[in-house]
Nanobody, 119 residues
Framework: QVQLAESGGGLVQAGASLRLSCTAS????????MGWFRQAPGKEREFVAA?????DYSASVKGRFTISRDNAKNTVYLQMNSLKPDDTAVYYC???????????????WGQGTQVTVSS
């Protein structure tokens, strides 16, 4: 069973940067596609970025966020630059067999980490 644990969230001002980390235990990390999703209060969970045979980003974060992974550390990162108040959400990492924008393609999920961006 794969377990995922996010870290790195916090409260920052608009324009700042944060790096989220998600460390996996169990399974073979290098074989999984990894994604980041987020959920703002009162909104549905939405795709942010994913990696696995290439990378993909939502239009709202492309050019500001970068997803990367270190298979030796079983960790996937989300570098977030030029943060905006609209980026405020709980951020979740997810693991699955193939890169996808659909949350339903990822069977493994972390518990989430809060990111709050003040104006």
């Amino acid at each position: 069973q794969v377990q995922l644990a996010e870290s790195g969230g916090g409260l920052v001002q608009a324009g700042a940067s944060l790096r989220l980390s998600c460390t996996a235990s169990g399974g073979t990390f290098s074989s999984y596609a990894m994604g980041w999703f987020r959920q703002a209060p009162g909104k549905e969970r939405e795709f942010v970025a994913a990696t696995g045979w290439g990378s993909d980003y939502s239009a709202s974060v492309k050019g500001r966020f970068t997803i990367s992974r270190d298979n030796a550390k079983n960790t996937v990162y989300l570098q977030m630059n030029s943060l905006k108040p609209d980026d405020t959400a709980v951020y979740y990492c997810a693991g699955g067999p193939a890169r996808s924008r659909s949350q339903y393609e990822y069977p493994y999920w972390g518990q989430g980490t809060q990111v709050t961006v003040s104006s």
